[in-house]
């Protein structure tokens, strides 16, 4: 049974930091491509980060420079650290793990910023 589990969601003031963790089981974790996806009310979801199984990254320029995703494959773990946070980053945050077609997705934390 694949699982994602995203944690480290909450409500931070602007400018303020979170650090968002999924933790990956029931699957081969350093072969999936890892992404973190947001989606506010009323908006699409959309592609915050991605990291390759070689652990090359890709962000929209929305959070380059703010946004850091990374990966841990010993611990199956995904991380992303969200610093400069702005009230238009509010929304949910899902994990999503990818490999040619097949692809699981997290049950999402919510990630408030406050002006």
């Known amino acids: 049974q694949v699982q994602l589990v995203e944690s480290g969601g909450g409500l931070v003031q602007a400018g303020g930091s979170l650090r968002l963790s999924c933790a990956a089981s029931?699957?081969?974790?350093?072969?999936?491509?890892m992404e973190w996806y947001r989606q506010a009310p009323g908006n699409q979801r959309e592609l915050v980060a991605g990291?390759?199984?070689?652990?090359?990254?890709d962000y929209p320029d929305s959070v380059k420079g703010r946004f850091t995703i990374s990966r841990d494959n010993a611990k199956n773990t995904m991380y992303l650290q969200m610093n400069s946070l702005k009230p238009q980053d509010t929304a949910v945050y899902y994990c999503?793990?990818?490999?040619?077609?097949?692809?699981?997705w997290g049950q999402g934390t919510q990630v408030t910023v406050s002006s």
């Open positions: 999503r793990g990818r490999r040619s077609s097949v692809a699981y």
């Open positions: 029931g699957i081969n974790f350093g072969i999936y491509r």
């Open positions: 990291i390759s199984s070689f652990g090359f990254t």
